[in-house]
Each structure stands twice: as structure tokens, then as C-alpha cells.
């Protein structure tokens, strides 16, 4: 350990996972570490339920086997796969965390037997979908991690509407049939819909008069006599924002969002959004878990760095304001910049807010979506009185992380009481009934240090969001604060077609 890297990285959330995979395609000698035994931080997925001690498995993975592994990309009727020729061979990749639910959440006792096995759980601490067009799976592509995941395609996206949910319309189509509007809103959202989806900034005749710099998107939704609930839902199932701060600014990132939704969902069907099989653990183990030699991931084995877990972070070594080095078990490994999430810097965040999460436990799907095994459902804030939206994400055995006929449904908020529950009872209320539930309120966090003159540069924490585009936008930030410029997928590719060659297609 005491050697010399250009960047070392602090956690195993997936931020700081993809921020060191990127480093290590640009060419940076990367030093990644966790005090914990288990990789992914906050976005870890737990297994077993039960407190069982079981050993952590892992796979060296044969130099030729390395050579030769390529990107598959296969589609069902459920969903897409990325899978790699070690896992068509049968090579077994272990599993995502040492930690159980039951203990994490200090409820006693052990699971009923109707739960299954423990061991045919993988359950998220922070749950979240990926677009499917959207910028983490370009990320996960140019880090090459997708050759150890398969994904399968969200079911549906649903929306809140006067205690019901409703499927959320993104097609003209889907606008034209949908039961969430009346005969005239429809026309009127379906005109909305062609004109967003045939403008371009760079062609007038498609703007109708919108300046895409100045017009405001609540000019837009005006522009075609939209109502409160068609833009709530506009707003917060398409466009995804939280809040309704979006409205009184130019409307072009809204537009482009929309596209994005539009675009993600026309990828596969069914939704915008994809899940990795076996949980969300899986990503930041598509970086971490799999060894090509021992104790070094396929993109460390390429530039000589390497993940260590269980190493206790004893001090961030400064000279003169900036970041040297990192002292664990005695050792110095020097570097020039650090990576980390809030927990290894307390004095270098504040505090912001904080979320709660509620994981529900069901032997049921969500009602009124038709039996589907998986699904997202956004409660915007207006439906609810609130100042932030609700989101509820379901996944299944289907996607390996629960027990055959069981599901998980996940809740989540921004905090604005003292009595968080009863803010996320309009979500428990279609979850209903409810086997078992594990509830946490998390601290939010946000540097105080942009990591300017120290050279420390702090990840944000997970949102309540249902999805990665709020991380995406934190990973783009840290990028450009670490190398002055901004994140170019276009550059990035290329640096990954000269260091994978054919094995990056």
C-alpha cells in the first residue's frame, strides 16, 4: 500500500465507483478503499434477512477468460441483457453483502417461514431505477461493467391522482388513451407531446415562437392550456423534477427531459426504466467484486490499482491544505487527489435535510397495475399538500431479489416534519397489506469544501428519487471539478474503443 496513485477513492457507493472506473479509463493509477466488509456503501443490497455468518465468495477470473470477454446485449420479452462470456460459462460471481436486513434494522428474531429462504433476498438500502437512454448506462457502458450485469425492463410508471394511480402517458398514443385526462386535455396534452418531441433548438420552424433560452416552461404548458394535474404530472413522471422550482426557468431542460423519458421508453417497451438482477449491489460490485488477478478489478488490473475492503481509514494525510494521502493500518499511500463519500469527511459537509425510506415486504403486486412484478410509482407534491414528491419503486422474485411469490416495495421522501411516517402514508396506503416493513431516516449531505485547494472531492448523498439522474448530474460535477473540464461522453468512448479495442463493442 505505500506506493504513489494519482487518485485515491474513499467507499464503494456507486458515485465513487463510477468516478474511479472513469479515472482508470482516462489513465489514472487508482487506489480504491472501504473501511466496511461489503462493497456499495449506502447503495449496498442486503442479504441475507436473517443474521447468518457466511464467508464473502469472489472469482479470479482466468487472463484468457479476460481476453476474451465481450459485451452481449440480448432482449426478451421482459427484458435486456449484458452479459459477459464468463457468465455464459457458468463462472459463479458471489453474491452482494455480508449484512442482514433483520440486523441492520435491530428487529429481533428471525424471518417467518411464509418469507422464504434468506438467502433468496437481495434487498436495496437505497432504491433506484436506470433510464434506460439516460447517462449512468452510458457510463456503465464506457466502464465496461455492463459485461457482468443483466438488466431486466421496468414493468410500468404510474402517477398519483386523487388517491388512485394512473399509468403515466408519454406517446401520443398512450395520451389519447389514457384514463388520467379528459377527452379535450388529452387533445391538448397530445399536441404538447408532438411538439416536444419535434423541437430542435437548432431549427426555428420546430420552436413556434419558443425561445428555448428564455421562454419558461410554465409559458409552454400555458402556450397549450394545460392543467394543474396534466403539468404535475409533465413535470414530475416525465421530466422528473422534485419540485416545481422548473417552472420559471427556460424550458429547454424540461424538453430534453421529456425526450429522454420518451426515448428510454420507446428502447424496450413497457417503461423508461431497467433493474440489474440480483439488486442494485450489483453495480458497484461490477466494478469492485470481480477479480482479474487477485485483488484487482478488470479496469485496475489495466492501470495497477486495486480495492481493498476492511481497510480502516485512520487519517486523511494534508501538506500545506492539500491532500497527500491516506494512513490505514499504520501505511502511507500517497496521492493527488481524493475521492470519498461524506462519512470519511464530516468536517468537510453540512447537513441539508434527510430522507426516509420505508422497504415493505409483500406477498402481493401493487394493486391497480394490472399483477405486473415490478413498477415505479411517482406521488407529485401537489396531490399530497407537500413540498416534495413521494416515490415508490417495486421489484420481485423476478428479478432475483426476493423469494419466490414475494415482493419489495420501497417508499421514499424528503423529510419536512418532525413525524416523517405519517408524510409517507399516502404511499404505504396502495402498498397495502403489508407482510413486513423496515423503516430508516438518513441524514443529506452536501460538501462545504468544493475541493478547490484540498484536492477532496466529496460525493453528494442519494436522494429520494427513484432514479440516477440526480447522481449522474453529482458524478458530471466531481468530474469537472477534479480535471477543469466537463464530463464528454463522446471523449470518453474513444479512450474506451483504444483501451478495450473489439471487447468494448
Known amino acids: 500500500m505505500n506506493e504513489e496513485y494519482d487518485v485515491i477513492v474513499l467507499g464503494t457507493g456507486l458515485t465513487e465507483c463510477i468516478l474511479s472506473g472513469i479515472m482508470s479509463v482516462k489513465g489514472k493509477k487508482v487506489l480504491h478503499m472501504d473501511r466496511n466488509s461489503y462493497y456499495g456503501a449506502e447503495s449496498a443490497s442486503i442479504t441475507p434477512l436473517e443474521d447468518v455468518s457466511r464467508p464473502k465468495t469472489s472469482v479470479n477470473l482466468p487472463s484468457v477468460l479476460r481476453q476474451t470477454v465481450c459485451l452481449c446485449v440480448s432482449i426478451d420479452g421482459d427484458g435486456v441483457g449484458f452479459r459477459s462470456r464468463a457468465c455464459k460459462l457458468g463462472v459463479s460471481l458471489g453474491s452482494a453483502s455480508s449484512l442482514q436486513l433483520y440486523q441492520r434494522f435491530h428487529l429481533p428474531g428471525t424471518p417467518p417461514e411464509s418469507m422464504g429462504k434468506g438467502r433468496d433476498w437481495n434487498v436495496d438500502l437505497v432504491p433506484k431505477f436506470l433510464m434506460a437512454n439516460g447517462q449512468l448506462v452510458r457510463m456503465l457502458l464506457i466502464t465496461q461493467v455492463t459485461r457482468y450485469l443483466d438488466f431486466k425492463v421496468i414493468e410500468g410508471s404510474y402517477v398519483y391522482k386523487g388517491g388512485k394511480i394512473y399509468k403515466v402517458p408519454s406517446t401520443e398514443t398512450e395520451a389519447l388513451a389514457s384514463s388520467l385526462m379528459g377527452l379535450f386535455e388529452k387533445r391538448r396534452f397530445r399536441k404538447f407531446l408532438v411538439f416536444v418531441a419535434n423541437f430542435d433548438e437548432n431549427d426555428p420552424k420546430t420552436m413556434e415562437g419558443v425561445d428555448p433560452k428564455k421562454t419558461t416552461m410554465r409559458a409552454i404548458f400555458q402556450k397549450f392550456s394545460l392543467g394543474q394535474e396534466v403539468i404535475d404530472f409533465t413535470g414530475h413522471s416525465l421530466a422528473l423534477y422534485r419540485t416545481d422550482e422548473y417552472l420559471d426557468q427556460p424550458c429547454m431542460d424540461t424538453i430534453n427531459r421529456i425526450k429522454l423519458y420518451s426515448e428510454s421508453l420507446a428502447r424496450y417497451g413497457k417503461s423508461p426504466y431497467l433493474y440489474p438482477l440480483y439488486g442494485l449491489g450489483e453495480l458497484p460490485q461490477g466494478f469492485a467484486r470481480y477479480h482479474t488477478p487477485p485483488g484487482f478489478t478488470v479496469l485496475s488490473a489495466i492501470f495497477g490499482g486495486t480495492y481493498m475492503l476492511n481497510k480502516p481509514i485512520e487519517e486523511i494525510v494534508m501538506e500545506n491544505g492539500k491532500v497527500v494521502g491516506v494512513k490505514s493500518e499504520g501505511?502511507?499511500?500517497?496521492?493527488?487527489?481524493?475521492?470519498?463519500?461524506?462519512?470519511?469527511?464530516?468536517?468537510?459537509?453540512?447537513?441539508?435535510?434527510?430522507?426516509?425510506?420505508?422497504?415493505?415486504?409483500?406477498?402481493?403486486?401493487?394493486?391497480?397495475?394490472?399483477?405486473?412484478?415490478?413498477?415505479?410509482?411517482?406521488?407529485?407534491?401537489?396531490?399530497?399538500?407537500?413540498?416534495?414528491?413521494?416515490?415508490?419503486?417495486?421489484?420481485?422474485?423476478?428479478?432475483?431479489?426476493?423469494?419466490?411469490?414475494?415482493?419489495?416495495?420501497?417508499?421514499?421522501?424528503?423529510?419536512?416534519?418532525?413525524?416523517?411516517?405519517?408524510?409517507?402514508?399516502?404511499?404505504?396506503?396502495?402498498?397495502?397489506?403489508?407482510?413486513?416493513?423496515?423503516?430508516?431516516?438518513?441524514?443529506?449531505?452536501?460538501?462545504?469544501?468544493?475541493?478547490?485547494?484540498?484536492?477532496?472531492?466529496?460525493?453528494?448523498?442519494?436522494?429520494?428519487?427513484?432514479?440516477?439522474?440526480?447522481?449522474?448530474?453529482?458524478?458530471?460535477?466531481?468530474?469537472?471539478?477534479?480535471?477543469?473540464?466537463?464530463?464528454?461522453?463522446?471523449?470518453?468512448?474513444?479512450?474506451?474503443?483504444?483501451?478495450?479495442?473489439?471487447?468494448?463493442?
Open 331 to 505: 501505511e502511507i499511500a500517497r496521492c493527488k487527489q481524493l475521492i470519498c463519500d461524506p462519512s470519511y469527511v464530516m468536517d468537510r459537509v453540512k447537513k441539508v435535510g434527510q430522507v426516509i425510506r420505508v422497504i415493505c415486504i409483500l406477498s402481493h403486486p401493487i394493486a391497480n397495475t394490472g399483477d405486473i412484478n415490478s413498477c415505479q410509482i411517482i406521488i407529485p407534491q401537489n396531490q399530497v399538500n407537500r413540498k416534495h414528491d413521494i416515490y415508490v419503486c417495486m421489484i420481485s422474485f423476478a428479478h432475483n431479489v426476493a423469494a419466490a411469490g414475494k415482493y419489495i416495495a420501497i417508499a421514499s421522501t424528503t423529510v419536512e416534519t418532525n413525524e416523517p411516517e405519517k408524510e409517507i402514508k399516502p404511499a404505504m396506503d396502495l402498498l397495502e397489506p403489508i407482510e413486513q416493513k423496515f423503516v430508516s431516516i438518513s441524514d443529506l449531505y452536501e460538501p462545504t469544501d468544493m475541493g478547490t485547494e484540498s484536492q477532496i472531492f466529496v460525493s453528494r448523498s442519494y436522494d429520494a428519487t427513484t432514479h440516477f439522474e440526480t447522481t449522474c448530474a453529482d458524478i458530471k460535477d466531481i468530474y469537472k471539478r477534479m480535471t477543469g473540464s466537463d464530463f464528454d461522453f463522446a471523449e470518453m468512448e474513444r479512450k474506451k474503443q483504444d483501451i478495450f479495442g473489439d471487447a468494448a463493442e
